[in-house]
């Protein structure tokens, strides 16, 4: 009975420190909704009054690989015209556990990005573009859909609730030599840099482990945001004035687009510390569950291997989790698919991806 109890408490504490904050390698523009799973321990260990739970995660990672569907378009770094995005992402996160069954969370994550390019400054030198602040704030209901009492060897927890357009989705900075006489001009930054996205998102989300024995199991996440509304406003056009082509596509003006993760792999526990090895893939899909899917995204997803290393003193951990991609997709979106139907020849468009992000947090139950 020893042994069960503490390798309940091992798999719940991995997944909850192995958290599901979305937030992709590159243009791809899956941000940080800091997905936190609500799970420190096995329910039943849980008192009734209740505890509070403190997370801070730090996720980098620099893109600079250039993708069309899923080649690789390696002449980009050779000519020196590929896209460079270095990414910082401070995510807090405070969850209330009220009983051993229900608990809500809020998180709050702070942005810094940095993206250097050619063609955004007239193409013939290299500038950078930047966006700092607070991104969009989400707040979520977490409920285990078992009875902890019964359920021993594993149980499922559903997540439901609210991305806020809290961060800014009209941050600009200077573009230099675009202006008139190559004069810098101030404009909306890239996609894959702006703070927010203009929406309120509706998150759902599914955590799940189970046990085969006392030091190993098995845990899976599923994490999808609908974003109702179809486009914020902003021109895409970097404070120039859209291209005709851009006009008669829609990506004229930025898309507010629904993305989702999953996330499945097996742990092992060894003393205090837990290793784990999974399958993660993020993706921004070229259409939406709900409302108009126009408008310029850049679809795509990122299929990456996760290893992990969680390590716990009571009440205190610190964890790592390294997802390294395998497979990088930029799929075809509706703008691209409105430009093949209007000229008869097929279109798609590319997207810088990362080799690999890195993310390290520490936990504290209060």
């Known amino acids: 009975m020893k042994f ?6 091992g798999i719940a504490i991995y997944l909850f420190f192995n958290n599901t904050n979305v937030n992709a390698q590159g243009c791809v523009a899956i941000r940080s909704t800091g997905g936190l799973c609500a799970m420190d321990e096995h329910p039943d260990s849980l008192s009734s009054s209740g505890s509070w739970l403190f997370n801070a995660n730090s996720r ?6 250039h993708f069309v569907g899923k080649q690789e378009q390696k002449q980009r770094i050779a000519l020196g015209t590929n896209v460079i995005n270095h990414s910082f992402a401070q995510d807090f996160t405070l969850t209330r556990i009220f009983n051993n069954r229900w608990s809500f969370s809020i998180d709050v994550p702070i942005l810094n990005n940095v993206r250097s390019s050619l063609y955004e400054h007239g193409g013939k030198e290299r500038h950078d573009t930047h966006s700092f602040g607070i991104g ?3 707040v979520k209901a977490y409920a285990w859909l078992l009875n902890p009492a019964k359920a021993r060897k594993g149980n499922i927890q559903a997540g439901l609730g609210l991305k806020l357009p809290t961060g800014s989705y009209n941050y600009q900075d200077y573009f230099q030599n675009t202006g008139v006489g190559g004069a810098k001009l101030l404009g909306p930054v890239d996609q894959s840099i702006q703070l927010g996205d203009g929406g309120t998102g509706i998150i759902t989300e599914l955590n799940g482990y189970y046990n085969f024995s006392h030091n190993f199991g098995l845990y899976g996440t599923f994490y999808y945001m609908i974003s109702p509304r179809e486009q914020n406003g902003v021109s895409s056009a ?3 004035t859209p291209s005709a082509k851009a006009v008669s596509n829609g990506s004229d003006i930025m898309s507010v687009p629904d993305q989702f993760m999953i996330r499945v792999g097996a742990n092992y526990g060894v003393g205090k510390f837990n290793f784990s090895a999974g399958v993660r893939e993020e993706c921004l899909p070229a259409k939406d569950l709900v409302g108009g899917s126009n408008g310029f995204r850049r ?17 205190f951990s610190i964890y790592t989790f390294v997802p390294i991609a ?29 080799d690999y992000a890195v993310n390290v947090g520490v936990t504290f139950k209060l």
């Open 299 to 315: 679809p795509g997803y990122i299929i990456s291997a996760e290893p992990g290393i969680t390590y716990r003193i009571k009440s």
């Open 60 to 65: 980098y990672y620099r893109s600079y690989k």
């Open 136 to 138: 969009d704030v989400s």
């Open 238 to 240: 970097r404070g120039g």
């Open 326 to 354: 395998m497979v990088r997709d930029r799929i075809q979106s509706v703008p691209d698919k409105i430009t093949t139907r209007l000229t008869g020849v097929y279109a798609q468009g590319d997207a810088a991806f990362a």
């Open 4 to 9: 069960t109890y503490k390798f309940f408490i």
